[in-house]
């Protein structure tokens, strides 16, 4: 019988920036810890507001699902005599079980036959279970930061003030700290702040309603968004929004209240990225445009309090922004008489870190690095890169990005264009920070790229190389961030540059400064870029293995990696892809300590040898050219065609044959098709039955 669970942690104002992640890991917590209690259930629905965190279950077994435990006691050999007769070993192993010799089963395992027994556990109450799963589900949900109160040994977001927790109607025996779950949740803090009892689920939504709270944040998100665009309608635009923005803004209300408030005209003048920034990042305010895209001047606010007039709570707005954007006008007026060239000399008083020198020494240096760049996939794009490389550090000087950091970038481009620079030029100072957050938007410019790429590989070698690489999830230079920038605008950008050519080239404009050598810190960097790609393709919905196989063989050149991976996915439809996997495998473990192949084909001897040897010579030869066409499937369509003659080879040839000279000459032409095959991936890798 399946019945209703209904789970609130009622807090103190959480973080807008932690509730979506949190949403996502509260329902991956509660699969998790009812699959480990073997509870079934179906229809989990986690919800947020700032003040709550709920956990809804429409359907939750009402028992534990039986178990049975299979206990593997000494061998068959040593619980049994002669006779057939229970030895002091099988009698001993019942006993610790509980049970009668007679029920002692005979188990067989790889390693050869076992006395055991199996044992059926009948499963424990939901209901008494619930209080320890709950208490470790709210242990378990992961905040970026946590905080600790009173004198209570419990970690939160923020400090947890009642539990709402109900299964079957009843409440749950549930403490933690000093807080004891009841049946009764808060409305709204301001406008109903009040507790009311709740009989189930249904009733809760229709009682924090009535007390000003929408419980659902996907409601609050279309409430917010369909009101604030009917109120952009109303002042002749629409809404100018992000997605980011909107999550941000669902998340810092329980009860939306749309706020329209207007700006002086005059503001119009400075840039609308800055004004938009200033909306978005500084104050959560939805800016409004014209059917042209052109800033209007007014704003859309989202207010979690029901004013009594709202016109008082539009003029608060309004003196916020209105002082933003003063500061805003004033400092743009004052960078203007400084161009950005200008500027460059004074990043030499800035230290971009105490180990890796100051910022004008790491413009210095990725200006050299996007220069070699350009020169191998375009010198047409050499003055362009160079003059972007030179000025795209310059607006870190400037008033506005020191008042607004949000603007590095942009305001370099908004400055570049008032410089008459060339429009390549000023679009590179905004697009070489691209992507800012990851799956974002990509350097649409080959020089915003090209930059972008010497910036981050030069942030990535000097951090490697000074000790100072990302550990657990600190991250704190964002080098995870970079490394799968530089990944996604090379396969956008289809350049032909390795890893192994960006490696070197960037660690070579490095003054004497590491202490490790460059083999040394190559390897550790390579080994960050493969745990980069492997997330990426596995986010992308290729098999683990498949990705693990590729990444053994080659990942330098990450177009071909991204091929080869496309193309072993195809491959894994083809009837052969499983024998000749198990094949290699097979190859790979003999091969284990062998290295010194001395193929002589003279010294072959059974039939099976020779033909797998000229089978060899022809797939390798097909093998090669169409690796070097770039058809990677059809290359692991040729390798297919060599399966039988590998499982003829290994049926009727005995590899490691008392003649010395034979065994290496047999292991010697394993170790060539290893070779070929590793030009794709490394099948060991590959899961298989087998």
């Known amino acids: 019988m399946n019945k209703e669970l ?13 509730l979506s992640k949190a949403v996502i890991d509260m329902e991956e917590i509660s699969k998790k810890l009812l699959a480990e209690n073997r509870i079934a259930c179906s229809g989990i629905k986690c919800l947020a507001t700032p003040r709550r965190l709920v956990l809804y279950i429409a359907e939750l077994g009402d028992k534990q699902k039986d178990e049975i435990i299979e206990k593997i006691g000494p061998a068959k050999k040593a619980a049994f005599d002669e006779g057939g007769k229970p030895t002091k070993a099988a009698l001993g192993f019942a006993r610790g079980l509980g049970i009668d010799p007679s029920e002692l089963q005979i188990i067989t395992t790889e390693k050869g036959e076992y006395v055991g027994a199996r044992k059926q556990v009948p499963g424990r109450p939901t209901q008494e279970l619930l209080p320890e799963i709950l208490k470790a589900f709210v242990l378990a949900i992961p905040f970026r930061k946590s905080m600790r109160w009173a004198d209570y040994d419990l970690r939160f977001a923020r400090p947890i003030h009642w539990f709402l927790a109900i299964y079957d109607g009843k409440t749950i025996p549930l403490q933690m700290g000093n807080v004891v779950a009841t049946n009764e ?19 809760y939504l229709s009682k924090t309603r009535e007390n000003h709270v929408i419980v659902d944040h996907e409601e609050r998100k279309k409430i917010v968004l369909t009101e604030a665009q009917k109120a952009a309608a109303q002042a002749g635009g629409k809404l100018y929004y992000t997605e980011e923005l909107l999550e941000t803004v669902t998340f810092l209300v329980e009860y939306p209240v749309i ?13 609308k990225e800055v004004i938009i920034t200033t909306m978005i990042s500084h104050q959560k305010y939805f800016p409004v445009t014209n059917e042209k895209e052109e800033l209007l001047p007014c704003f859309i ?15 608060g707005n309004e003196r916020v922004l209105r002082a933003r954007l003063a500061d805003a006008q004033f400092f743009f007026e004052e960078d203007k008489k400084i161009p950005l060239e200008d500027r460059v000399d004074s990043l030499k008083k800035v230290v971009f870190h105490s180990l890796l020198g100051t910022s004008y020494e790491k413009v210095m240096r990725f200006r050299k690095l996007a220069l070699k760049l350009a020169q191998k996939i375009n010198p047409a794009l050499s003055d362009n890169v160079d003059r972007a490389a030179l000025l795209a550090k310059a607006d870190l000087e400037t008033q506005m990005v020191g008042e607004f950091s949000e603007l590095q970038g942009i305001i370099g481009r908004e400055y570049a264009r008032l410089a008459g620079e060339k429009p390549p030029i000023a679009e590179a100072i905004y697009e070489h920070y691209l992507p800012v957050v990851a799956g ?17 590989m030069d942030s990535i070698v000097g951090f490697f190389g000074v000790g100072l690489s990302p550990s657990g999830t600190a991250d704190p230079y964002a080098l995870r961030r970079q490394a799968i920038g530089i990944i996604n605008i090379i396969l956008f950008k289809r350049y032909a540059l390795t890893l192994d050519y960006l490696f070197e080239e960037s660690f070579g404009l490095f003054q004497n400064i590491f202490k490790k050598t460059a083999a040394e810190i190559k390897k550790d960097v390579l080994q960050f870029f493969a745990g980069r790609l492997e997330n990426l393709f596995i986010a992308q919905g290729y098999s683990y293995d498949t990705v693990a196989a590729v990444l053994a063989s080659d990942f330098s050149d990450l177009i071909a ?8 996915h195809a491959f894994r439809n083809n009837p052969d892809f499983e024998p000749i996997s198990i094949a290699f495998k097979r190859v790979d473990n003999i091969l284990k300590g062998f290295n010194s192949p001395q193929l002589d084909p003279k010294l072959f001897v059974a039939e099976a040898e020779k033909n797998l040897f000229t089978a060899f010579k022809k797939i390798n030869e097909n093998v090669t050219a169409k690796i070097k066409a770039n058809d990677y499937l059809g290359a692991l369509t040729e390798l297919a065609f060599l399966r039988p003659f590998v499982d003829a ?27 070929m095959f590793h030009k794709i991936a490394d099948f060991s890798k590959i899961a298989t039955s087998g």
């Open 185 to 203: 949740s808060y409305g709204h803090r301001f406008m109903s702040p009040a507790p009311f009892a709740v009989a189930d689920f249904k009733d």
């Open 259 to 271: 706020i329209r408030g207007g700006f002086d005209e005059k503001y119009l003048k400075i840039p």
């Open 561 to 568: 990696f991204e091929e080869k991976v496309k193309a072993l």
């Open 6 to 18: 209904l789970f609130e942690i009622g807090t103190e104002e959480i973080p807008a920036g932690f």
């Open 301 to 315: 606010a989202v207010s979690n309090t029901k004013p009594r007039d709202e016109n008082v709570v539009a003029r």
């Open 440 to 456: 974002g938007a990509l350097p649409q410019t080959d020089e915003g790229a090209i930059v972008g790429i010497a910036d981050k």
């Open 649 to 675: 080879f290994f049926d009727n040839v005995m590899v490691m044959d008392k003649d010395k000279k034979i065994q290496i000459n047999r292991l010697s032409l394993l170790t060539e098709i290893s070779v």
